[in-house]
């Protein structure tokens, strides 16, 4: 079945620092994969999204790539703040010709915390 | 217009108790799909509804169970609560282009 592996954390940065988190998948087919993110107490949010190999998403500073050759989704920002301390989770949804069309699966989290 | 919608927020209950959790997606969508988020973890599919039908169920046993009304909310029902089964639970529904579920707030439910 699909399966979404993020890196382990949590991840502590300076203000300005520049961020990455890394996120790989198993999938059949050609699912699309998205970043959410979390703030203490809050639901999920959605950061940004691709839906086909190449494809690069983009939100608020943050850039993430679809890597079909290394099965990747990899997030990014140049510089970071204190503002963007919060959770990040990466996701696939698989495409309309597989029975898990429709169903989210999530990588288990990725805690940031930026210090001023 | 507004997103999706859950109540309550919060909610106590004991060990074998029963609790019913409510969503609404966002106005016009007939899909609702419905999360949990154990602490410290990523959100796990429960399940999803379209149109009044369920469409996908994921790992859960049978004390969980959902049903989707004519005007498209739904429910969440659990059955003999274990302490587990404390978490925070998200209800999905797509926006605009349906490749993108929008979550709600959640309900945060805490079985002691």
């Known amino acids: 079945g699909n399966s979404v592996t993020q890196m382990e954390g949590p991840v502590t940065l300076s203000e300005e620092a520049f961020l990455t988190i890394n996120c790989t998948y198993t999938a059949t087919g050609y699912p699309s994969l998205f970043w959410y993110v979390q703030y203490p107490g809050e639901g999920l949010q959605l950061l940004l999204k691709?839906?086909?190999?190449?494809d690069k998403g983009s939100n608020k500073g943050f850039e993430a790539t679809y890597r079909k050759e290394t099965t990747s989704f990899h997030l990014e920002k140049g510089s970071v703040q204190v503002s963007d301390s919060a959770v990040y989770f990466c996701?696939?949804?698989?495409?309309?010709?597989?029975?898990?069309?429709?169903?989210?699966?999530f990588g288990q989290g990725t805690i940031l915390t930026v210090h001023p | 217009d507004a997103g999706v919608t859950q109540s309550p927020t919060h909610l106590i209950k004991t060990r074998g108790q029963h609790v019913t959790l409510r969503c609404s997606p966002i106005?016009?969508?007939?899909?609702v799909s419905w999360y949990q988020q154990v602490l410290g973890q990523g959100p796990q599919f429960i399940f999803q509804y379209y149109e009044k039908e369920e469409r996908g169920r994921g790992n859960f046993p049978d004390r969980f169970s959902a049903r989707q009304f004519p005007n498209y909310s739904s429910e969440l029902n659990v059955n003999a609560l274990l302490l587990g089964d404390s978490a925070l639970y998200l209800c999905a529904s797509p926006g605009q282009t349906t490749d993108t579920q929008y979550f709600g707030p959640g309900t945060r439910l805490t079985v002691l």
């Open positions: 106005s016009g969508h007939k899909s």
């Open positions: 691709a839906t086909k190999a190449d």
């Open positions: 996701a696939l949804k698989g495409d309309a010709g597989g029975t898990s069309y429709g169903k989210l699966t």
